[in-house]
């Protein structure tokens, strides 16, 4: 047995040694946080750090504090920045290699490298500098590293350097993920009203008229199920979806809220944002503080930054605050188009037009070289689905409004009339913006470009080549949609306003609108508020909107189907249920699987429909819970799918079939709460590259509270990316909590530092805290 014990220990001791060499390579990219750089600034700026890693920069003026803001994201974040710039720029595969190939060829048809380029014409010459400040800081701090940053050392890459229009791609990275539809909604509309009359097309895509919550007070009508035949292809069991998965809001979020003056003992009005987006390691935010003066007056800014852009995206000034959710309107149309027989021209309002073409080079990490040949059209990229016909996209991404830093003016507001004075002038994705300042008053606005549209219709493509469908420019600013005045205001995703202004924004695919609404009802609940009150309705996992599937799952469970299926436990569990996603609730679990169930069950051939071509039926921009439930209450048997007799066996049939799934998925009922259903998937894109270590990368795999349609949005991978409640003037009592913590490194102490107190709901500080470390960046010479 010695040769045994001797392979035991030479393993382990060849473990040890590999173990040890990869501990020194990361220690030798470690950020510094401690010590003296010099640095291309014009006096020495300091970057403090608290326990936790919050940056506090103090600087001179703006210039050198985008500088030194530069110079600690390369050391935290570079590989963060760099994927962001790479996705929007379709350059993901000259890190990734050939598995990245198929989404860069995606990703070039948006030639967003080439219109980042273009934006930096358009800056004045204050920003141009700013932003080259910005990037030289950045260069600076990704030269200061002993060693590459880690993700790279596994790539066996070389981080490239940071240039100018970058921070130009990181803000069309997240239009990407804020607008990325890219017409697929408007495709599956389109296959839906060609597919059903118009009567059904109106009451199967309506808006919700029971989960109403808009700023403005205005309501919408239900549309009443029409009385002509169910249509035959929503009846079809022929064919089977691979995907039954509905639009819903498992890929959607964010919330914020205000309360005015008139409510808060210090008489300031206080912002709560939490923003929902995917959750990684690291996350979207960087805390830091900006300390600067101008024209002989101390400037300070607090609150969150995306590394790869210079700005506080959103926080506190002290004379106001902001922040912001996903506007979830519609900025994008699919036009259709009449091409020639060659397929080489379009028809326009001026008649034949030649298609442009763009050659782009692809560059593939071990192989080489991928040329691609990309059509475009005077409204934007040629797209097609699978075999549908030829479309170009029209979206606001492409036009020159899209990007600027426009937004960094918030940083010297005072009032919120001043910030929503710079609403329209912004070049971000259309966001709903809040504003709070320490005067108590409170405004919301859209923020960003609003384009101005001729169209019969926003939601399905349309032939734009007699002129008579087009885009008309953009609104002026007197026409942005903007509120003032209200004691309470509130966003989440859903219909914010009526009327006129509605009919100008569309819907791109609204939420419910349940979540909105639970967030409403505690606001109006507050006589008084501060803001742990508001910080308590971010962690609100109430499941308001499941009620009437409780109610109907009772229901449909009668003595005889308990008895008969043997659902006696099952049962048990929902009347033990404390109707909250809660991570020791079975009861929520079993509600929500039934709903998910019944709804897939009903709709399933209308998914099969639109699969079938090369569409999905979670890409509709109305959720059809509405027209399930007025389909149900009506009882007609003729609108259910072919394989039903009537209602109660499609209910049956959900309950056994979620039933099943999560016995077959937890092992027994008894295991299936929601923390089982809902844990942390928090985790770094690289971690599944490095055997053994990988799951050190991660977060842990925790059960978590939450869920879709209520204030608490979390999902494995997915929810509140920060929770921020803030009164400007009054920063010392706020809040601001990220899932993961400010460094990308894991042998940073800062790696995890807000963990844990993101998942159990401990509300840290606004501000820094008492100063830990500190860096001095001094003027070269």
Not at 197 to 222: I, N
Request: aromatic share 10%.
């Amino acid at each position: 047995m010695n040769w045994y014990k001797w392979i035991i220990g030479t393993v382990v001791a060849f473990a040890a040694l590999a173990a040890l060499s990869l501990y020194s390579l990361l220690y030798l990219s470690l950020p510094q946080y401690d010590g003296e750089q010099q640095a291309n600034i014009s006096r020495t700026a300091r970057l403090e750090r608290d326990g936790t890693g919050y940056l506090s920069i103090h600087a001179a003026n703006r210039n050198d504090a985008a500088y030194a803001l530069g110079f600690a994201h390369a050391q935290e974040r570079f590989f963060q920045m760099d994927i962001l710039r790479r996705n929007a720029a379709g350059e993901l595969a000259a890190l990734f290699g050939e598995r990245a190939l198929e989404a860069d060829r995606n990703l070039r048809q948006h030639r967003f490298r080439a219109r980042a380029q273009q934006a930096l014409n358009l800056l004045s010459k204050p920003e141009r500098k700013l932003l080259s400040d910005y990037r030289s800081g950045v260069n600076a701090g990704l030269t200061a590293l002993s060693l590459s940053p880690f993700e790279y050392l596994l790539l066996q890459q070389t981080p490239a350097p940071w240039q100018d229009e970058d921070a130009f791609l990181v803000i069309y990275s997240m239009y990407l993920d804020l607008q990325g539809k890219l017409g697929r909604d408007d495709y599956a509309m389109t296959l839906l009203q060609q597919a059903v009359p118009a009567q059904w097309y109106a009451f199967l895509q309506q808006h919700s008229a029971t989960w109403q919550a808009a700023l403005d007070g205005s309501t919408v009508q239900p549309v009443a199920v029409p009385d002509t035949a169910y249509p035959a292809v929503l009846r079809d069991d022929s064919l089977a979806c691979n995907s039954c998965q509905l639009h819903d809001a498992a890929d959607i979020g964010s919330n914020n809220f205000a309360v005015a003056g008139s409510l808060t003992a210090h008489g300031s009005a206080i912002l709560a944002d939490d923003m929902h987006l995917s959750i990684r390691v690291p996350g979207t935010w960087y805390k830091a503080q900006l300390n600067w003066r101008e024209a002989g007056e101390l400037r300070t800014v607090t609150g969150l930054t995306l590394p790869g852009a210079p700005a506080i995206v959103a926080g506190s000034n002290g004379n106001i605050a902001w922040g912001f959710t996903n506007s979830t309107a519609d900025w994008h149309d699919l036009v259709a188009l009449q091409l020639s027989e060659d397929g080489k021209r379009y028809l326009t309002p001026d008649g034949w037009r030649a298609l442009q073409y763009y050659y782009e080079t692809i560059k593939v990490a071990g192989k080489p070289d991928q040329t691609l040949k990309l059509a475009e059209t005077m409204w934007g990229p040629l797209v097609r689905f699978g075999s549908s016909p030829a479309y170009a996209l029209r979206w606001v991404a492409y036009d020159e409004v899209a990007v600027n830093f426009k937004l960094m003016q918030l940083e010297l507001a005072n009032t919120v009339q001043q910030a929503l004075a710079i609403a329209p002038k912004a070049g971000i994705p259309v966001q709903n913006l809040l504003v709070a300042d320490s005067q108590g008053q409170i405004g919301w606005s859209l923020m960003g470009p609003v384009p101005m549209r001729q169209l019969s219709d926003f939601d399905i493509a349309q032939d734009w080549s007699s002129g008579e469908q087009r885009w008309l420019g953009y609104i002026d600013a007197a026409q942005q949609p903007q509120l003032t005045g209200a004691e309470r205001l509130w966003t989440a995703n859903s219909r914010m306003i009526g009327g006129d202004a509605d009919e100008l924004i569309g819907n791109g695919g609204y939420d419910l609108g349940a979540r909105g609404w639970q967030i409403k009802q505690g606001l109006d609940s507050l006589m008084q508020a501060d803001e742990q009150a508001l910080h308590s309705i971010q962690l609100d996992n109430r499941a308001m909107m499941l009620a009437p599937w409780y109610e109907l799952l009772l229901n449909t469970l009668t003595t005889d189907t308990v008895t008969k299926h043997q659902l006696q436990a099952y049962r048990q569990h929902l009347v033990n249920s404390s109707k909250q996603a809660a991570i020791d609730d079975i009861g929520y679990t079993l509600v929500r699987a039934f709903r998910q169930k019944a709804l897939e069950l009903q709709f399933a051939p209308l998914s099969a429909y639109l699969e079938q071509h090369a569409a999905r039926s979670q890409d509709l921009k109305y959720a059809l819970e509405t027209p399930f439930w007025a389909l149900f209450r009506q009882g007609r048997t003729d609108t259910l799918p072919a394989g039903y007799a009537n209602w109660q066996a499609l209910l049956l049939d959900a309950i056994l079939q979620s039933k099943q799934q999560l016995e077959q998925k937890n092992g027994s009922l008894n295991d299936s709460t929601w923390g089982a259903e809902n844990q942390a998937r928090i985790q770094h894109p690289l971690a599944s590259a490095v055997p053994l270590l990988g799951d050190w990368l991660n977060m842990p795999a925790t059960p978590l509270n939450g869920d879709s349609h209520m204030p608490r949005v979390q999902r494995p991978g997915f929810g509140q990316s920060q929770r921020m409640v803030v009164a400007p003037g009054q920063e010392h009592l706020g809040i601001l909590t990220i899932p993961a913590g400010q460094s990308g490194h894991p042998l940073s102490p800062f790696y995890r530092a807000d963990h844990q107190y993101w998942l159990n709901e401990v509300a840290l500080p606004f501000l820094p805290g008492e100063k830990k470390y500190q860096l001095l960046l001094t003027p070269q010479g």
